[in-house]
């Protein structure tokens, strides 16, 4: 999602907390509260100029991010007047959608082992009240810890309503694009970061749907204690398959 030339992803930077919502959100502007650069950080590098496959055009990657945090505080309920869109029944059908499709060997981890960020394990959770300010849509997130072949991290699934059309082919964002005869385009990507030695691997697949409906799934190697395995749990075909799950979308009924 983008707001006012700020990036917002939840796949990477998107967490739930008790007293409200706590955004990452990536800018150049670093911020008091940045985390500095050179502690201890490191990013993929990523190749410009470069040719990505299903993009016309590349645009240069971000010259620098660093985040900047701020938090929202309230109730988080289902029938908001806001998001009108999702009641009670959507999101439960949206979650057992989810469950349903989840591939076969999927081990969601119990409570001990942080078996969801935002709460029961792959829920929908009602969609947070930002900062009217901020011009920002978070969304519904559902998400999970899970353990597949030895491999332990999570995977979380965002819909949101966003602006129609996908964003541009960045190139430290998109590996590969395709679009399909209805106009949907798919995103897939797969990148990792280190900090302090330790190396985390992210695939995310983001979705944009006709009606602006925006999907984006993630799975990564890191469990929610920061913890990290050899293998990510979910495959990019994976993802892909829970990204384009058609009672996602926000004009599904």
């Known amino acids: 999602m983008r707001s006012s030339g700020v990036w917002l992803d939840v796949a990477v930077v998107f967490a739930i907390v008790a007293v ?10 670093p911020g008091p509260d940045a985390t500095p650069v050179g502690s201890g950080y490191v990013a993929e590098p990523v190749e410009y100029p470069v040719r ?10 971000e010259e620098e991010r660093a985040y900047a ?20 029944p ?21 409570a ?16 947070p009240r930002i900062d009217p300010a901020l011009d920002i849509d978070p969304g519904t997130t559902a998400d999970g810890v899970v353990a597949r ?17 996908p964003v541009e082919c960045r190139a430290d964002l998109v590996d590969s694009r395709e679009v399909h005869s209805d106009g949907t385009v798919v995103d897939v990507q797969e990148t990792w970061s280190e900090y302090d030695g330790v190396r985390t691997t992210t695939r995310v697949v983001r979705v944009y749907w006709p009606d602006g409906t925006h999907v984006t799934a993630s799975a990564s190697n890191q469990d929610a204690q920061l913890r990290t395995t ?24």
Do not use: H, Q
């Open 20 to 29: 409200g919502v706590v955004i990452a959100a990536a800018t150049n502007d």
């Open 52 to 61: 990505i496959p299903g993009c016309a055009t590349v645009e240069p990657p």
């Open 69 to 88: 945090y701020e938090v929202a505080v309230g109730e988080l309920v289902y029938d908001d007047p806001a998001n009108t869109w999702l009641d009670a």
């Open 90 to 110: 959507k999101a439960r059908a949206m979650s057992d959608s989810l469950r349903r499709a989840l591939p076969g060997g999927v081990v969601t981890s119990d």
């Open 112 to 127: 001990s082992a942080g078996g969801s960020i935002s709460g029961d394990p792959f829920e929908f959770e009602p969609i």
């Open 149 to 165: 072949n030895g491999g332990e991290g999570v995977v979380a699934v965002n819909v949101a309503r966003a602006e129609p059309g």
């Open 230 to 253: 050899e293998t990510v749990p979910l495959s990019i075909d994976e993802l892909t398959v829970l990204a384009l799950l058609p009672e996602l979308r926000w004009t599904a009924g």
